[in-house]
């Protein structure tokens, strides 16, 4: 296995709607994940800031796509799904134009029916503002293809885990992994919750403490629900499980906190790099 084919896991923060494309001034309670923020900044230059070599595909899980049944984008020229209401209509009119890789769609299906999964293929389905919204300025020429899986109804923790397992081997085949979701998802222009510092001391203990073996990182993701802020900090779980099955796909490795930034009250727009299995 060549270095240069070896990618690492990224889990991504996505903002709020398409909240990287409206200025403040349009919507001051925006500000801080607008159009000109550090937050946007920060996805633009995230390539060159990280050196992250050019993949053969992004293969993503994004909050906003469940399915009952595990499946996979297989389109090879994507729509975009405008799955947010209330913005300014430009939003609506956003372009990203990527395609799709059928063989690697097809790879991560077999990896997936590998680790227990029934596993569908989507043909109709556009991506959605999980995908574009932060891809289309981490790659705004458009020039990797892409690949979404969904996550499970279900929201089963353990059984997001057995995805990101499952899709461990692809980091080692230049295909970047990518989890879009948010560190928390509560709290909204609500400034100074008492939950919101303790639940980042523990997500960032959980995800980067590199005293922590294989297993107990694993166990901590299982153990979620006994940690007493974690229902403050996400009400529902799905912009959770993303950071979950990154982790899962590295192994279960400490990762490298690359921006922590709480923006809107106690939003956690939290970027990783874990390494590959």
């Not at 896991?9 to 925006?30: C, E, M, R, T, V």
């Not at 998802?185 to 639940?199: D, I, M, R, Y």
């Not at 590199?210 to 153990?223: G, I, M, N, P, V």
């Amino acid at each position: 296995m060549s270095a240069k084919n070896v990618q690492p896991i990224i889990f991504l923060s996505h903002g709020a709607g398409p909240s990287f494309y409206i200025d403040a001034k349009q919507a001051p309670n925006l500000k801080g994940l607008d159009k000109d923020s550090k937050a946007a900044a920060v996805l633009k230059s995230f390539v060159s800031d990280h050196q992250i070599k050019s993949p053969k595909a992004l293969v993503v899980l994004s909050a906003h796509w469940q399915e009952k049944t595990c499946s996979v984008n297989i389109n090879e020229q994507h729509s975009l799904l405008y799955d947010y209401g209330g913005f300014p209509q430009e939003t609506y009119q956003l372009q990203w134009p990527v395609v799709g890789d059928l063989g690697v769609a097809r790879r991560v299906k077999e990896l997936l029916e590998a680790g227990g999964f029934a596993c569908k293929e989507e043909n109709k389905r556009g991506l959605d503002h999980g995908v574009f919204v932060p891809l289309k300025l981490v790659f705004p020429e458009a020039n990797v293809p892409v690949i979404q899986v969904s996550l499970l109804k279900s929201l089963d923790m353990a059984e997001h885990l057995k995805i990101g397992e499952a899709l461990s081997d692809l980091s080692k085949e230049n295909i970047l992994v990518i989890g879009s979701g948010f560190a928390t998802h509560g709290g909204l222009s609500t400034g100074g919750l008492v939950w919101a510092k303790p639940f980042k001391e523990w997500i960032h203990d959980v995800v980067s403490n590199s005293k922590h073996s294989a297993a107990e990182r694993k166990q901590k993701f299982l153990d979620y629900k006994k940690v007493e802020t974690f229902s403050k900090a996400h009400p529902a779980i799905e912009h959770f499980l993303p950071i979950a099955i990154c982790c899962a796909a590295s192994g279960y490795q400490a990762a490298e906190i690359l921006f922590s930034e709480f923006s809107i009250g106690c939003l956690l727009n939290d970027h990783y790099r874990f390494p590959a299995k």
